[in-house]
């Protein structure tokens, strides 16, 4: 079902000053930031290999990322899986019992589509089902 990671999404307060933190310390340059806002939030992505790291930063309080950050300060949000078929890799999770947040994929950054597993069914941890190329 999973193909490889996509990314892994990171919150944070301040995007550019991620953005710069990554650059200075890791040599991870090449940013795509995507400004969203209906969803309140900004967020840069940067390819590393086959995966991604996703910076995510509210833009105001009414960004769900906003009460995460207060709750949980910045650091790791979800990590994504690439799968070829989101709806067939849907309909697998619902057959086995598994909670969702999404029971179908929405559009996603870049032209994917996405849906959420809930974190009570994958250890405590928020993970994303991402198809490339569903536009």
């Known amino acids: 079902m ?6 892994i999404g990171m919150a944070v307060t301040d995007l550019e000053a991620a953005i710069a933190g990554y650059r ?8 795509q930031v995507s400004e969203l806002p209906e969803r ?5 992505f940067a390819r590393i290999g086959g995966s991604a790291i996703e910076l995510i ?4 309080p009414a960004a769900a990322f906003s009460r995460f950050l207060a709750e949980r300060g910045p650091g ?8 070829s078929d989101l709806d067939a890799a849907l309909a697998t999770l619902r057959r086995r019992g598994v909670r969702l947040i999404d029971d179908v994929g929405r559009p996603g ?11 009570t069914a994958v ?8 198809e490339h190329g569903a536009t």
Do not use: C, K, N, S
């Open 76 to 83: 790791m949000h979800h990590i994504a899986y690439r799968v």
């Open 109 to 119: 950054l870049h032209g994917t589509r996405v849906a959420f597993i809930h974190p």
């Open 123 to 130: 250890a405590g941890v928020l993970t994303e089902l991402v």
């Open 57 to 60: 930063a509210p833009t105001g």
């Open 24 to 31: 200075a310390q890791f040599d991870v340059a090449d940013w």
């Open 2 to 7: 999973f193909h490889e990671i996509d990314h």
């Open 40 to 44: 309140h939030m900004r967020v840069a």
